[in-house]
């Protein structure tokens, strides 16, 4: 079955340095990916989108890497700060890309410590 | 503000009672999708639609949830008979997608709190 996996433990940094979180997925060949953030009690924030043909692609601070043979995506945070702290979710187009359906993972929640 | 809103934010109710949420898409956007969030969990798909009509519901979708979105503006989602295990958090988000425009980003509203006691 398909299958999406995040960490399921915080990840704890300091300040400053560069948060790498993964997403792993299986029985997967997804036309694009998505990456978001959600603070407590609020919606997801859509961050950045990747398609499958892209390797990588970068928005201010955020990286993502599509590694489509692994079947992994890495998000990455530069210089990361306290208020980056939050819960980061991957999503997966699921079934045609054209329904913009999304299955998620089940998030990692980042904690940047000052 | 001209983002996604929903109403109510949060919502208590009995078990066997039954329940109707609304979600404000933004406005120009043609897609509108529901999804359920229970603690320490991703949200999981329910279902959507391209304008006013309904094109997929999950399986998760049992016979007790209806989804609307009667004009293809606002929509509602109705659970009958409420269970303790419909508590969860509900999230409706909206996108434009178009021609040669598939993947389009999400916009989420900040969902209604469902506790069934």
């Known amino acids: 079955s398909q299958k999406i996996e995040q960490n399921s433990e915080a990840l704890n940094i300091q300040e400053g340095k560069t948060a790498t979180l993964t997403c792993n997925y299986t029985n997967y060949s997804p036309a694009y990916l998505q990456w978001y953030r959600q603070d407590p009690g609020r919606g997801p924030v859509f961050l950045l989108l990747i398609r499958e043909n892209e390797k990588e692609k970068r928005k201010e601070r955020l990286k993502v890497t599509f590694d489509t043979t692994l079947k992994q995506s890495l998000f990455h945070i530069t210089a990361s700060q306290p208020a980056d702290s939050a819960t980061y979710l991957c999503?997966?187009?699921?079934?045609?890309?054209?329904?913009?359906?999304?299955?998620f993972g089940q998030g990692t929640t980042l904690q940047v410590k000052p | 503000d001209t983002g996604v809103s929903q109403n109510p934010r949060h919502k208590i109710t009995k078990r066997g009672q039954n329940v109707t949420f609304r979600c404000d898409p933004i406005?120009?956007?043609?897609?509108l999708y529901w999804y359920r969030q229970t603690l320490g969990q991703g949200p999981e798909f329910l279902t959507y639609?391209?304008?006013?009509?309904?094109?997929?519901k999950s399986r998760l979708l049992s016979d007790r949830f209806s989804a609307e979105r009667p004009k293809g503006s606002f929509s509602t989602l109705e659970i009958q008979r409420t269970e303790q295990g419909d508590s969860a958090m509900y999230l409706c988000?909206?996108?434009?997608?178009?021609?040669?425009?598939?993947?389009?980003?999400?916009?989420f509203g900040p969902g209604t709190r469902l506790t069934v006691t």
């Open positions: 999503a997966l187009a699921s079934g045609s890309s054209n329904t913009g359906k999304l299955i």
């Open positions: 988000a909206s996108s434009l997608v178009g021609s040669g425009r598939a993947g389009a980003e999400q916009y």
């Open positions: 639609f391209q304008n006013e009509a309904q094109l997929e």
């Open positions: 406005s120009e956007h043609n897609r």
